[in-house]
Nanobody, 119 residues
Framework: QLQLVESGGGLVHTGGSLRLSCAAS????????IGWFRQAPGQEREWVSC???????YYADSVNGRFTISRDNAKNTVSLQMNSLKPEDTGFYYC?????????????WGQGTQVTVSS
């Protein structure tokens, strides 16, 4: 019953922007931390960003300053605004929920959405 559904992926050129959304169903997002991960072909899954249940935000060095994570509890969603995209940002992006709300242990995962950045 606990589901996360990502949307907003697509193909953009270098320097472009995308806004990913993570919609929760079957549970109330308010008390969860929501993290974003990505995985490129042949690479390990990489943590990208997280927002805690109190609104604190965290970013990987590789995206810091370019990506912004936010939450809209009224809509039960978390968004990842991705600006100044680079080809190395290409990958399959997943959102994940941490029931402890502290961006530490992620128990529920979405199916992902593809992000491709071309030059």
């Amino acid at each position: 019953q606990l589901q996360l559904v990502e949307s907003g992926g697509g193909l953009v050129h270098t320097g472009g922007s995308l806004r990913l959304s993570c919609a929760a169903s079957g549970f109330t997002l308010d008390y969860y931390a929501i993290g974003w991960f990505r995985q490129a072909p042949g690479q390990e899954r990489e943590w990208v960003s997280c927002i805690s249940n109190d609104g604190s935000t965290y970013y990987a060095d590789s995206v810091n300053g370019r990506f912004t994570i936010s939450r809209d509890n009224a809509k039960n969603t978390v968004s990842l605004q991705m600006n100044s995209l680079k080809p190395e940002d290409t990958g399959f992006y997943y959102c994940a929920a941490d029931g402890d709300g502290v961006c530490f242990e992620y128990d529920y995962w979405g199916q992902g959405t593809q992000v491709t950045v071309s030059s």
